[in-house]
């Protein structure tokens, strides 16, 4: 039996990735070790790069791992070896209590954060609560669902959760790593979908992917675009451009939801009298934890949503990450560890 594994990690803050072989972790009690097969590059693996919540350093990134359960701890109940699961952004939410719900973040002591309170995905192996684990469909494949753990989940959740009826009109800013899954999911639960880019170059991917309407942010106004067809009840911000959207609250319906699924580096800057005046909101949401990835994943299957990857060898981890980052790829990057 082998005692090391290959991973790619942040050796020092603001350093690339380095591929070492370091010792297979051993679950304690209450934990699980999961034969990581696959896991998204994801944005917010940069926090983890550049310690941005605190993290120590050397330090596995990866909060979007599919696998199996390989070993599990001493009073491990939930799960046996061999079962299909993910661990997405939340590696500490136990779903044991109402904090949990409260404020994801900062919860409790297991609050954590995978990839960042402990290594995480971009490894042949992690160790995790057994209560973070989401099980995953038996006909989703490893390299499918890692990107549905965290850039699935945010965006399925955060528009299931709204109350927002069928039919209604809703708009995605962006198509990109999100936007793109966003589409997907808001035409699979019937709403008129609208997307917002700048450019002529995405329209017909945006109506590939369920978009009935297709706005170029760069030659309209899309406020004034989204009012000509009532006015949107529900926008979702999936391009972290806080200039791209500023504008869009003006472009909701009375009573409608501009909600953040991204975070733009710059301020918003919005008229308190554009929310005032028509009872608009404006709104974030983060990810979700086991439960809701579940619901992602299940949705996803019955209706095919999947997001479009890029897979490369663990061995290129670096090249994944660049890529991602400097906003090359379409639309997701995924590591492939055990085939």
């Known amino acids: 039996m082998a005692t090391t594994m290959k991973c790619a990690r942040f050796p ?43 993290n120590p350093f050397p330090r596995i990134p990866g909060h979007e791992a599919a696998g199996q359960v390989d070993v599990v701890g001493e009073g491990v109940t939930r799960w046996k070896k061999g079962d299909r699961v993910g661990l997405g952004w939340f590696g500490g939410n136990c779903g044991s209590c109402n904090n949990c719900r409260q404020d994801e973040l ?50 399925f959740n955060s528009m299931n959760s709204q109350g927002v009826k069928a039919g209604s009109l809703v708009a995605i ?29 995405k329209a017909a991917l945006a109506k590939e992917l369920g978009a009935h309407v ?26 972290p451009h806080a200039a791209a959207i500023n504008p869009l609250v003006k472009g909701l319906a009375v009573g409608g939801k501009l909600l953040l699924d991204a975070v733009p580096q710059e301020p918003l800057s ?44 663990l061995a290129k981890a670096q090249e994944a990450y660049t890529r991602m980052m400097d906003n090359k790829a379409r639309f997701r990057c995924v590591l492939q560890m055990h085939k």
């Not at 297709?214 to 391009?239: C, F, M, V, W």
């Open 12 to 54: 020092s803050k603001g350093a690339p990735l380095e591929v070492v072989d370091v010792p297979i972790p051993t679950p304690g009690k209450g934990q699980v070790r999961m034969k990581v097969y696959a896991c998204g590059v994801c944005h917010s693996d940069s926090f983890t790069q550049y310690g941005g919540m605190g």
């Open 106 to 155: 900062v919860c409790c002591e297991k609050g954590k954060v995978s990839g960042i309170s402990f290594d995480g995905g971009y490894a042949e192996y992690l160790v995790t609560d057994e209560n973070t684990l989401a099980r995953l469909p038996a006909d989703l494949s490893y390299e499918d669902a890692g990107p549905l753990m965290c850039a699935g989940v945010t965006v």
């Open 270 to 313: 919005i008229n308190a009298l554009d929310l005032i005046s028509t009872k608009r909101s404006v709104g974030g949401w983060a990810s979700g934890d086991w439960r809701d990835s579940e619901d992602a994943m299940n949705f996803s299957v019955l209706s095919g949503v999947r997001a479009k990857i890029e897979v490369f060898p």
């Open 214 to 239: 297709y706005i170029n942010t760069s030659s309209q106004d899309p406020a004034a675009e989204l009012q000509k067809l009532g006015g949107a009840r529900l926008i979702i911000a999936t391009a």
């Open 173 to 201: 800013q962006g198509v990109g790593g999100l936007g793109h899954l966003a589409i997907q999911y808001a035409n699979k639960m019937g709403f008129k979908v609208v997307a917002l880019s700048s450019g002529d170059d």
